[in-house]
Nanobody, 123 residues
Framework: QVQLVESGGGSVQAGGSLRLSCATSGNTNPRYCMGWFRQAPGQEREGVALKWSDGTEFYVDSVKFRFTIAHDNAANALTLQMNSLKPEDTAMYYC?????????????????WGQGTQVTVSS
C-alpha cells in the first residue's frame, strides 16, 4: 500500500503563487509514475501534471509554463509549484501514484490517491 498526503493549499489572489506537497509513505517505489490532478465543483477531475520515473514531465496546456512538478527526494514528497495563479485554477488538488514507470492522463491507471488540498484563487 502507498499513502499520499497533500498539503500546501490555501487562498491567494490572482497572480500569486502556491507550492503543494504530497508526502509519500508505505510501499513506495522510485519507478512509480506520479501525478497531480484537480477537480472544480461540478466538473470532472482532470490531470494537471505527470512525472514519469525517468523524469519526463507532462502538463495540461492550461498550466504550461506556470506550474512545475518535481520530486523532493529529501522529503520523500512530490511537489507542484504553481505561479501566476488564475481564478480558473481554483479546485481541489489531488496527488496520485501509479505502480508503473509511465502513465497517462487516464485516472483509472492510478490506484493510489491522497485526500486532496483546496486551492482558491480570487480575482
Amino acid at each position: 500500500q502507498v499513502q499520499l498526503v497533500e498539503s500546501g493549499g490555501g487562498s491567494v489572489q490572482a497572480g500569486g503563487s502556491l507550492r503543494l506537497s504530497c508526502a509519500t509513505s508505505g510501499n513506495t517505489n522510485p519507478r512509480y509514475c506520479m501525478g497531480w490532478f484537480r477537480q472544480a465543483p461540478g466538473q470532472e477531475r482532470e490531470g494537471v501534471a505527470l512525472k514519469w520515473s525517468d523524469g519526463t514531465e507532462f502538463y495540461v496546456d492550461s498550466v504550461k509554463f506556470r506550474f512545475t512538478i518535481a520530486h523532493d527526494n529529501a522529503a520523500n514528497a512530490l511537489t507542484l509549484q504553481m505561479n501566476s495563479l488564475k481564478p480558473e485554477d481554483t479546485a481541489m488538488y489531488y496527488c496520485a501514484a501509479a505502480p508503473h514507470p509511465t502513465c497517462t492522463w487516464d485516472r483509472t491507471g492510478f490506484p493510489y490517491w491522497g485526500q486532496g488540498t483546496q486551492v482558491t484563487v480570487s480575482s
